[in-house]
């Protein structure tokens, strides 16, 4: 399977982003899918997650009432829309696919990775 992350760049602060995932190799609809970041010197962290109709969605705490993840089945592209952004929003963004039921907030529960997308936001 392929993920291609695309969508980064740098933004002030107080502005938005959106990151979109495509994904090819694998039936799209069978997998859940999640966003994680990781920064300079920081582990990789959570950021959202989606069930793999959609009707579920999931985001860490340092980005709830910011960021929103949705996904398209029929284009199998997953996206991050990300509002008020911070300078600590600052990372690499990475999406994944994992094949588990439940939504995952653990690398561990995904088997697959994009190659990142850099996000920098300017105070």
């Known amino acids: 399977v392929q993920l291609q992350a695309s969508g980064g760049g740098l933004v002030q602060a107080g502005g938005s982003l959106r990151l979109s995932c495509a994904a090819s190799g694998r039936t799209f609809s069978n997998d859940v899918m999640g966003w994680f970041r990781q920064g300079p010197g920081r582990q990789r962290e959570f950021v959202a997650g989606i069930s793999r109709a959609g009707l579920r969605t999931y985001c860490g705490n340092s980005v709830k009432g910011r960021f929103t993840i949705s996904r398209d089945n029929a284009k199998n592209t997953v996206y991050l829309q990300m509002n008020s952004l911070k300078p600590e929003d600052t990372a690499v963004y990475y999406c994944?696919?994992?094949?588990?039921?439940?939504?995952?907030?653990?690398?561990?529960?995904?088997?697959?990775w994009g190659q990142g997308t850099q996000v920098t936001v300017s105070s």
């Open positions: 994944a696919a994992g094949s588990t039921t439940l939504v995952m907030m653990t690398t561990q529960g995904y088997d697959y």
